[in-house]
């Protein structure tokens, strides 16, 4: 077997530069991202029991608490509570949005209906902003 001539190796190959500059992401795009995925995956596996009575729950609860184990070291426990209710609770079996009840200033109730990820973001930055303003 004849060796290979290394001397000539990469004098025609040629690089082009990426032009496409890569996107980056914001922590609200990936909150809004995650939280969609999960979201999905909650109602695929309660589907997956309601039609063909597969029990998937059982299965994913080690990831569901590694993944609510990340979203508490993250965003605190208010933050966590109420994210994990609106993945877990807030649609009920007819698809009816539970509201969200809270307790602003002057001990006055509030209610907000969180339809996406999106409003759950505003939401909860609403809530903290009005936190850090009575410290």
Same mark, same amino acid.
């Not at 000539?8 to 890569?22: E, H, I, S």
């Given at each position: 077997?004849?060796?290979?001539?290394?001397?000539?190796?990469?004098?025609?190959?040629?690089?082009?530069?990426?032009?496409?500059?890569?996107? #980056?992401?914001?922590?609200?795009?990936?909150?809004?991202?995650?939280?969609?995925?999960?979201?999905? #995956?909650?109602?695929?596996?309660?589907?997956?029991?309601?039609?063909?009575?597969?029990?998937?729950?059982?299965?994913?609860?080690?990831?569901?608490?590694?993944?609510?184990?990340?979203?508490?070291?993250?965003?605190?426990?208010?933050?966590?509570?109420?994210?994990?209710?609106?993945?877990?609770?807030?649609?009920?079996?007819?698809?009816?949005?539970?509201?969200?009840?809270?307790?602003?200033?002057?001990?006055?109730?509030?209610?907000?209906?969180?339809?996406?990820?999106?409003?759950?973001?505003?939401?909860?930055?609403?809530?903290?902003?009005?936190?850090?303003?009575?410290?």
């Amino acid at each position: 077997m004849k060796k290979p001539n290394l001397n000539n190796f990469g004098k025609k190959l040629k690089f082009k530069q990426r032009t496409k500059k890569q996107e #980056t992401y914001t922590e609200k795009d990936l909150f809004i991202e995650s939280m969609e995925l999960l979201e999905q #995956t909650w109602i695929r596996s309660n589907e997956s029991y309601e039609k063909f009575k597969i029990n998937l729950l059982e299965y994913e609860e080690q990831f569901y608490q590694v993944i609510e184990g990340f979203i508490l070291l993250k965003y605190g426990v208010w933050k966590a509570e109420i994210i994990l209710w609106y993945i877990f609770s807030r649609v009920d079996e007819e698809n009816n949005i539970f509201p969200l009840t809270y307790v602003i200033k002057d001990n006055k109730e509030e209610e907000v209906i969180l339809n996406n990820p999106t409003d759950l973001w505003e939401f909860l930055n609403k809530i903290d902003n009005a936190n850090k303003e009575t410290e």
